[in-house]
C-alpha cells in the first residue's frame, strides 16, 4: 500500500498541474488487478472514478479491459485516463479499433454484451450501471469511422492527462507509441517509482516526457551499489549520492524485514531541497547471453529500434527475445545465437536483408558481440514477425498484472509466441 504522504503528494501534484483533473468521476481507470480492487497510483477515491471497482477484477485481463472501456466511452467529460501499464492502455485502444462496432451498439443499448471471461452474475451487476445513450453511440462511430489517429483526445476531448504507473523500461515502449499515435498531444505522467512492492519515490514533474523521481527517505531503506561495480563493492547511503552517476538499488522494504539487491540501476539526475531526484535506466536481470556478452534489455531495444527505423513504414508494437538454447532441437543446428520476436504495424513483411539489419546494428553497437559472431561462436540472429495482438494474448497468458519481461525465459509463453508467427 501506498504511504498517505505519498498518495496526498500525487494528489497534490496532479491538481496543480492540471486544475480540472481530479473532478468527481473525472478519471476512467484502465487496470486488471484480479482477485482485488485497486488504483496503481493515487488516493484510492471512489468518487474520483467512473469505474465500477468490479470491472478490473475479473478473472480474465482481456475481458476486465474491455468492460473498463466501455464505461471510460460513457464519460465524455473524462479529465484523466488511468493505466496500471501502458501496455494496458495500448491493448485497450487495440480492443477499440477491432471491436468498436459492437462498443457502439452496447452503448445504444446501455447492456453489456457476454464475453468469455465475463460470469453471468457479474455481468448482471455490471449491467444495472449502464443506461441506454444513443448519442454517445453515435460520436463513438464517427470519430472511429475518422480512423484512429488522436482518437483519444476526439473521444474525450476534455481530457488532460494520462497517468501510467510504470513508464519506464519495457513499458517506454508503450509509452512512445501512444504519444506518437492513439494519445497524440496528451502528457503522460507516472507518478510513483516502486520496485519490488515498494514504493521509493515519487515525481514532481507531470508534465515532463521523462519520469524523475524524488527518493523519500523514509519510505524504504536504500543503499547504493555505484556503477560500474567495483572490485570490493560498499554500498552508500542517500547522502553520498554523485549526481550524473549510475547506482545498483539494495532495498530493505521494512527496516529488519529482509534487505536484497533489487537488480534495478538508477542514475541520479539531480537534487531537491538535499533529496536525489534519480531516473530508472535498467534492470540488470533481463540480458541475454549465450556467450557471456551480457547484452542490456534496454541497450538491445534501442538497436532495434534503430533497426526498425531502416525498414521503410515500419511501427514497433512490441519484442521479446531469447537465446536459442530455449527452443532446443526448433532452433536449428548453428551456434548459439539470439531469436528475437517482433510485432510491427505498417509493414507486413520483410526481406532478408531488412532482417540482417538487426544483427548489423548489433554487432556496430557491442564490440563484443561483433567479436563473437566474426569467430563464429555466436550464429546469426534470426528475426521473426508475428501476428497483431500476439503480444497482447501473451500478457494474457501470462496471468500478471506486472510488466512482461523482454528476455523470455518461459517455456510455455515462448511455446504460445511461436504459435504466432508469420513469417
Not at 475481458?63 to 488511468?82: C, I, P
Not at 521479446?320 to 543446428?333: H, T
Request: some cysteine; aromatic content about 8%; glycine content about 8%.
Amino acid at each position: 500500500p501506498l504511504p498517505t504522504q505519498g498518495s496526498l503528494l500525487y494528489l497534490d501534484t496532479l491538481h496543480a498541474a492540471f486544475p480540472q483533473a481530479l473532478a468527481p468521476r473525472g478519471t476512467a481507470l484502465l487496470s486488471w488487478a484480479p482477485g482485488r480492487p485497486r488504483a496503481p497510483v493515487g488516493w484510492p477515491l471512489p468518487t474520483l472514478y467512473c469505474t465500477p471497482a468490479e470491472a478490473g477484477t475479473l478473472p480474465s485481463r482481456a475481458a476486465a479491459l474491455r468492460v473498463q472501456l466501455l464505461f471510460a466511452l460513457r464519460a465524455r467529460a473524462l479529465r484523466v485516463l488511468e493505466a496500471g501499464l501502458a501496455a494496458e492502455l495500448h491493448d485497450v485502444l487495440a480492443a477499440l479499433r477491432t471491436g468498436w462496432p459492437e462498443l457502439a451498439q452496447d452503448l445504444a443499448l446501455g447492456r453489456l454484451s457476454p464475453q468469455p471471461g465475463l460470469p453471468e452474475d457479474v455481468r448482471g451487476r455490471l449491467q444495472a450501471l449502464l443506461t441506454p445513450d444513443a448519442a454517445r453511440a453515435a460520436e463513438l462511430q464517427t470519430e472511429c469511422s475518422r480512423g484512429f489517429e488522436g482518437i483519444v483526445q476526439r473521444l474525450w476531448p476534455q481530457l488532460e492527462v494520462v497517468v501510467v504507473g510504470t513508464a519506464h523500461g519495457a513499458e517506454q515502449l508503450y509509452c512512445n507509441a501512444l504519444r506518437q499515435a492513439d494519445c497524440k498531444g496528451l502528457p503522460f505522467y507516472c507518478p510513483f517509482y516502486q520496485v519490488a512492492g515498494a514504493l521509493l519515490g515519487v515525481n514532481l514533474w507531470p508534465e515532463e516526457p521523462v519520469p524523475r523521481f524524488l527518493l523519500c527517505p523514509d519510505w524504504a531503506f536504500c543503499e547504493f551499489l555505484p556503477c560500474p561495480a567495483e572490485e570490493e563493492p560498499r554500498t552508500v547511503l542517500l547522502g553520498e549520492l554523485w549526481e550524473g552517476r549510475e547506482y545498483g538499488l539494495v532495498l530493505t522494504a521494512w527496516p529488519g524485514e529482509y534487505r536484497c539487491r533489487a537488480r534495478e540501476v538508477l542514475r541520479v539526475a539531480g537534487f531537491h531541497k538535499q533529496c536525489p531526484v534519480v531516473e530508472p535506466v535498467r534492470r540488470e536481470s533481463q540480458a541475454l547471453s549465450v556467450r557471456g556478452e551480457s547484452i542490456p534489455e534496454d541497450r538491445f531495444c534501442r538497436s532495434l529500434c534503430r533497426a526498425v527505423g531502416m525498414w521503410p513504414g515500419a511501427r514497433l508494437v512490441d519484442y521479446i527475445c531469447v537465446e536459442s538454447a530455449l527452443l532446443g532441437a526448433s532452433s536449428g543446428a548453428c551456434a548459439p545465437h539470439y531469436e528475437v520476436f517482433v510485432e510491427l504495424r505498417g509493414l507486413r513483411d520483410l526481406s532478408e536483408g531488412q532482417r540482417y539489419k538487426l544483427d548489423q546494428c548489433l554487432q556496430e553497437d557491442f564490440p563484443i558481440y561483433k567479436s563473437f559472431r566474426f569467430k563464429g561462436s555466436i550464429g546469426p540472429l534470426r528475426l521473426h514477425l508475428v501476428g497483431a495482438g500476439a503480444f497482447a494474448r501473451l500478457r494474457e497468458a501470462l496471468g500478471s498484472p506486472l510488466p512482461m519481461p523482454r528476455v523470455l525465459r518461459e517455456e510455455r509463453l515462448l511455446q504460445l509466441i511461436q504459435s504466432t508467427v508469420i513469417s
